[in-house]
């Protein structure tokens, strides 16, 4: 037991991880004061739950904790689609964050100059979402389009891996038309979050893989990161400037913080230990999951019907383009590491 705890211990990202739960931990006991704090878990133990699983897909893919939360608390909890986007928001402020500190820790490789100016159009995109789109568009509307952008992409990765597709470590040329994609890609997922709560890492994952050719082990703790900056941005935005972070929906992320700050960045650990196969089919199988739970629980009217299939046509279409102009490009001395992973 002993040995077991020193090579605990000697784990530098398993270090960083542990003092940042000690230190979420101690600030929520202090915060809420002890009695307080196990009261409200107690009372509000099927967000914490919910969260277990949620945390750790957050942290091992680029769906996000929100993918989980959002059906989960409107269908299983009967939680509003507002309140629930509000919830996925700010919980994802905290899971994300101590993944993405996990990340860091860990030294593992992302793209940098990416999550830089993705950020910087996603901050933007993230107010106009929440703050001008989210009120005029029908909740049911905006879930079915997620899914079907989602949806629409595992197609694509599909075929993506089972052709002997060529993957990249990293973005080697970094010019002008890059940076704009960039910005243009953070203000639509910036957008896509202010709408469901979750989205820009899944959407910038796509552009990733598909445009950049980035390899699957780089795009999603890239995604991470990206969510979490996000994430932040939608919370303080709902806290501070919208000021709809109210009861009971504090209650509900208080129960669950003391968990997505463990789980987060155990399942960051987890995706830096799996095969790049693996991380590709976990993240299909959880967007089947996505698309078989939105067709059972989303009411399917008319308007619903008709905005599902204009999403999977769009985003199929937009999928298919980023594919086709990746193949066409040259290699641009970018490494490769198809036989590497």
């Known amino acids: 037991m002993y040995s077991l705890f020193q090579f605990i211990l000697s784990q530098r990202s398993i270090r960083y991880s542990l003092l940042c739960v000690l230190t979420v931990w101690t600030s929520w006991l202090i915060i809420l004061e002890p009695s307080r704090a196990i009261y409200n878990l107690i009372e509000h133990w099927e967000f914490a739950f919910t969260m277990v699983f949620g945390s750790m897909i957050a942290g091992a893919t680029s769906m996000g904790g929100g993918a989980v939360a959002f059906p989960a608390l409107t269908k299983w909890l009967h939680v509003s689609p507002p309140d629930a986007k509000l919830f996925s928001l700010a919980i994802q402020s ?22 830089r100016w993705v950020s910087l159009g996603g901050i933007p995109g993230i107010f106009m979402g929440t703050a001008f789109l989210a009120p005029l568009l029908p909740p049911e509307v905006i879930k079915i389009s997620f899914t079907m952008m989602v949806s629409s992409f595992a197609l694509i990765l599909i075929h993506l891996n089972l052709t002997n597709t060529e993957r990249n470590l990293t973005i080697e040329h970094w010019g002008k038309r890059e940076k704009i994609l960039s910005l243009v890609v953070g203000l639509m997922g910036g957008i896509i979050s202010g ?3 979750s989205g820009m890492d899944v959407f910038a994952y796509s552009v990733m893989v598909l445009l950049f050719g ?17 994430a932040v941005t939608g919370f303080l935005i709902h806290n501070f400037i919208l000021g709809d972070f109210v009861t009971p ?11 997505v700050v463990v789980g987060a960045p155990t399942g960051a650990i987890l995706c830096s230990l799996m095969e790049r196969q693996m991380v590709v089919w976990i993240l299909i199988s959880l967007i089947g999951i996505e698309l078989l739970t939105s067709l059972l629980l989303i009411p399917l009217t008319t308007s619903v019907v008709s905005a599902g299939l204009f999403a999977l046509i769009l985003f199929t279409s937009f999928y298919y383009l980023m594919y086709r102009t990746k193949l066409r490009r040259s290699s641009q001395g970018v490494t490769s590491i198809s036989k590497l992973l």
């Open 94 to 115: 905290i899971g994300m964050s101590a993944a993405s500190f996990t990340i860091v820790a860990m030294k593992t490789q992302v793209e940098w100059k990416l999550i």
């Open 195 to 197: 709408l469901v709560g």
């Open 214 to 230: 980035l390899c699957e082990k780089v795009s999603t703790p890239t995604s991470v990161i990206l969510m979490a900056i996000n």
């Open 249 to 259: 929906v504090t209650n509900y992320w208080l129960a669950a913080v003391p968990v």
